[in-house]
């Protein structure tokens, strides 16, 4: 089991900057692929940036040049840094942990990006 819990996120205006944080506990952290997804009202759940175990990163098209992801295996934590953020990405924030079959989830944080 992992345990997944966010902070950071909160109002911010258009252009502004938020870094998300993630905390995990419970299984061997450093052998999970780390994940951001966001779920906006009325829409799906989508994946916002990726890093597998060994570091390696994916970005959604929206969000590339803007967003950066990183983790900290020693302290078993997971970031996202967003910066020059739009009103498209106000959503609420979801931490994931995937190693398979296993697929963790957090409880989410709210982001809103408005003037």
């Known amino acids: 089991q992992v345990q997944l819990v966010e902070s950071g996120g909160g109002l911010v205006q258009p252009g502004g900057s938020l870094r998300l944080s993630c905390a995990a506990s419970?299984?061997?952290?450093?052998?999970?692929?780390m994940g951001w997804y966001r779920q906006a009202p009325g829409k799906q759940r989508e994946v916002v940036a990726r890093?597998?175990?060994?570091?390696?990163?994916n970005y959604a098209d929206s969000v590339k040049g803007r967003f950066t992801i990183s983790r900290d295996n020693a302290e078993n934590m997971v970031y996202l840094q967003m910066n020059s953020l739009k009103p498209d990405d106000t959503a609420i924030y979801y931490c994931?942990?995937?190693?398979?079959?296993?697929?963790?989830w957090g409880q989410g944080t709210q982001v809103t990006v408005s003037s």
């Open positions: 994931n942990a995937y190693r398979p079959p296993q697929n963790f």
């Open positions: 419970g299984s061997i952290f450093s052998f999970y692929a």
């Open positions: 890093i597998l175990s060994g570091g390696t990163t």
